[in-house]
């Protein structure tokens, strides 16, 4: 992370330390994707985050609730064992936020475009960026897709796989945590063959219903 992006402790005889700026240089020609506080601070810390807040519809969310929101409201936060006073708006999950298997297939896309970009500056390493980036690029690409139930099957895998990764990335685990950008096609084929289950059991259920009613 770039130290000077972000405002550190400091004196109250100096002023806080911001990033310079390039004489003409334009501003981009597309906006920057702003996710809410509580999923960059997610990032900042190096956790876990549902993809629902880089949706279009957690992005919208997030801008409606910025403006909204007051600021100066704290909350009490625990980090590193330590009890602080945090804003808010750090702290407070989103009640619509879904678990990313509840994603539609658009949403995942889009989400996951914006989550590397927010990861890109928000201090992660770019072997863990580029990982996750194989490991949505593969699922893009895996002939799954093109079955019966493959979307929701890797919409599933993904939501389960990366959540584990995270976990497995917890530096008091001991080891190395696995490369998430190898795909597991026996976990697919396992995951695949539950959806199919569960969906040839609901229509069973379903003509019995049908013919007892």
Not at 135 to 144: D, I, K, N, S, V
């Amino acid at each position: 992370m770039d130290p000077t992006s972000r405002q550190l402790p400091h004196p109250a005889s100096q002023k806080p330390r911001i990033r310079d700026f390039e004489a003409n240089l334009p501003l981009p020609s597309t906006a920057i994707p702003r996710p809410s506080n509580f999923a960059i601070n997610k990032l900042r810390e190096l956790e876990y985050v549902e993809l629902y807040y880089f949706t279009p519809e957690g992005l919208a969310e997030a801008i409606t609730y910025d403006r909204s929101a007051t600021h100066d409201a704290l909350t009490f936060a625990q980090i590193d064992g330590t009890i602080v006073l945090r804003p808010s708006s750090t702290s407070n999950p989103s009640p619509n936020a879904v678990p990313d298997d509840a994603l539609t297939w658009r949403q995942m896309t889009i989400a996951k475009t914006t989550l590397l970009c927010c990861m890109a500056n928000t201090g992660w390493a770019n072997n863990y960026i580029a990982a996750l980036n194989k490991f949505y690029t593969r699922l893009e690409a895996h002939q799954t897709r093109f079955e019966p139930e493959g979307e929701a099957s890797l919409l599933q895998y993904q939501a389960e796989v990366r959540r584990e990764w995270h976990d497995a990335l917890d530096p008091s685990r001991p080891g190395l945590a696995f490369d998430i950008s190898q795909i597991n096609e026996d976990r697919i084929t396992t995951t695949m063959a539950n959806i199919l289950n569960r969906k040839q059991a609901a229509n069973v259920l379903r003509l019995v219903n049908h013919h007892s009613a």
